[in-house]
């Protein structure tokens, strides 16, 4: 059930990422099947019990690879993003394959020491900021936030 916890705050800038679609020609309800599914893809990826799915892990984003996404290792900081297919990840050098002989650690590195949703919700934003009132470098500052 992880994947339905999906932010809160997704609903104010994700359909800046799909409106364009309709706009060029796809039909509306095309881009809202396509985006069901993906939801499907990524409401399953979430379990380690399924191991790795050979030739298939070198297409699509599989439950290995997405254990790669959530890890904290050093070593699997900022991988593996896609949502369902992981070619962009590898054109962008952000993909990494699950090494079996790494022991995953699972979580976010500075974890809020919290159980209020709204702090749960919101503490990296405030992190970002803070990261951001750090630099005086406009491009630094940028990239902080994107």
Known sequence: GTAVRNGWFTILYKPLFYMWLPAIGFPPEMVIVCLGIEALWQF????AYIPKLGFIEKIFNTHTMHQVH??????YMD??????LN??????????????DI???????KPPNSYNPL????????????????????????MYAF
């Open 44 to 47: 399953q990826l979430h379990t």
């Open 70 to 75: 959530h890890a904290k290792n050093l070593e």
């Open 79 to 84: 991988k593996n993003h896609g949502g369902f």
């Open 87 to 100: 070619i962009f990840d590898k054109i962008f050098g952000t993909w990494k394959e699950l090494d079996d």
């Open 103 to 109: 022991e995953i650690q699972y979580g976010v590195t």
């Open 119 to 142: 702090v749960i919700l919101t503490h990296e934003y405030k992190d970002i900021w803070n990261d951001m009132k750090k630099s005086s470098n406009p491009y630094h500052k940028f």
